[in-house]
């Protein structure tokens, strides 16, 4: 009867034993299963900040090369306009040689005998004069110049001082097309350009395109501003102005009020007819040099746009090289005034 209780007290300790080592086992079995998932959980994270990191660098590169491609469609943009005014000039020789070469037709039809010999003669030698004194006083032909007129656009700016500098060491002077600037110290520098005998000009006050083309009287009003500026800052009246963008901005009506009462009031205007390219951001300093002295000889009065606003690093780096080039070709460097005959597109 003893015996009875201790086995039954035996079975119940086995039970309890294999119960615990069942859930022992089981707990161990949980316990490697949640280390695996945090195993499993880390490398998610460590894939998803891999995933973010990815993501940041492909938003970089394509924000980089988006603003690359607006910066090539800007140089192309800046590229068509330059060969838009390369085929007018070209347009424009042609033209010109077209009613040459008929008015040399015209003579050779009406002329005969001796008379066509002497033609051909004349021909072979168009600056000989077979009768050099022959000329009332006063009137005898002076020896022709080659005159070129720089000019510079949307100043002035920190580098405007730079281009003084350098014009003067050629003794070049030129023409600064200005755009007020809420800033002393560029104001200082419109008497600089006066005191050097330069032609200070008018660029307008805003620069900005739909403003002042809006119509007449919104031109006008702009450029009362950037004039008062001037002359508050100089003393100096200037009497020359440029359309930002050039006289075929706008619409043609506007356009034409405004130059008409422009006129009225006095003032003159001069658009380009060599181009420097140094509009886009994205011309190198060759171009720039290549740009005026492949195109100076091409052109009758040469009036070459250029800028000195800020940024226009690559223009300074390349003025010594045009003006030494220019020089060398014998031009005089001479401002514009209104006895100069403008360059006008319209």
Known sequence: MKKVPFTAVLICAIL??????????????LNNQ?????????????????????????????SDSTAQLEERESYVAGQKEYISELSEQIDSLSNDSDLDDADDNSQTDHDTGDNSQTDNDDADNPDE??????????????????????????????????????LDQYNAKATFFVVCKNNEEYAEYLSDIVARGHT????SYSHNYNTIYASKDAFLEDYEKVYDWVVENTGYTPSLFRFPGGSNNGSSYVMNNIIDE?????????DWNVSSGDGSNLTTTDNIIDNICSNVANVENPVV???????????????PSVLQYLSDKGYEFSP???SVEPVQYR
């Open 129 to 166: 004069d077979d009768y050099p004194n022959l000329y009332a006083e006063d009137c005898a032909p002076k020896d022709a110049k080659k005159v070129v007129h720089l000019t510079f656009d949307d100043g002035p700016s920190s580098l405007t001082p730079k281009v003084l500098d350098l």
């Open 336 to 338: 514009l005034d209104k």
């Open 305 to 319: 746009l250029m800028h000195d606003g800020a940024g226009k690093n690559a223009t300074v780096r390349a003025l």
């Open 262 to 270: 422009m006129h009225r009031r006095g003032f003159e205007y001069f």
């Open 16 to 29: 309890l034993l294999c119960c615990c080592g069942f859930l022992a086992f089981h707990c161990l079995n």
């Open 200 to 203: 200070l000009a008018l660029h």
């Open 34 to 62: 949640c280390q695996s998932l945090e195993a499993e959980a880390f490398k998610l994270e460590e894939d998803n900040a891999k995933l973010l990191e990815d993501n940041s660098k492909l938003d970089t590169e394509l």
